[in-house]
């Protein structure tokens, strides 16, 4: 089934929208909550609370890509699940890869508009070539170890390292030539 349609069953408050999410995302939803909540049971939580999540918000929302809708409220999820923990003195190595990013943003501060920075990051993943594209979400949106990228990508984890570095340079760049402060 595609996105659109089960769209449409949620739409219709049919309750096999939730199978059909689950029979689809069920995977890459559990997968990015492990890799920011840190373990097995916080990710199927935050996973059983986004199947909650989108009955309540589809309608009235009506994404463009149920995948990546999905994806952005499990890890919004997971993500309240690490500020958790990480308040109780446990966590993840998440604070790694928000280093990585944070450090090029003005005083750490959301001022743009989130739709145009939205369409910002877009624009700036379409530019990129296939591995460096995919290296980079895994990374920045998956919450993915180096370790996982050098498995998955065959490279050294100096050469992932590497080109994570000279991508994130990238989108600095990007962000500055689209108004962005940095």
């Known amino acids: 089934m595609k996105d659109n349609q089960i769209i449409e069953l949620f739409w219709n408050r049919d309750k096999t929208a939730l199978e059909e999410v689950q029979q689809m995302y069920h995977h890459l939803l559990l997968h990015i909550a492990k890799n920011i909540a840190g373990s097995m049971e916080d990710a199927e939580e935050c996973v059983n609370d986004t ?3 989108l009955w309540s918000i589809i309608p009235p929302e009506r994404p463009e890509s149920l995948k990546n809708f999905a994806a952005r409220v499990v890890r919004n ?4 699940v690490y500020r958790k923990e990480k308040a109780r003195g446990k966590g993840t190595d998440l604070p790694l890869i928000f280093d990585e990013l944070e450090s090029m943003f003005a005083d750490g501060k959301d001022a743009y508009d989130e739709v145009e920075f939205q369409d910002l990051v877009n624009g700036f ?11 980079f979400v895994r990374r920045y949106w998956q919450g993915e170890s180096i370790q996982d990228l050098v498995t998955w990508s065959g490279l050294k984890e100096s050469a992932v390292k590497m080109r994570l570095l000279r991508t994130r340079n990238k989108f600095q760049e990007y962000l500055k030539e ?4 940095v």
């Open 178 to 181: 689209g108004g962005i402060q």
């Open 77 to 80: 999820l997971a993500i309240d």
């Open 51 to 53: 199947y909650m999540k």
């Open 125 to 135: 993943l379409s530019e990129l070539e296939s591995k460096e594209r995919m290296l």
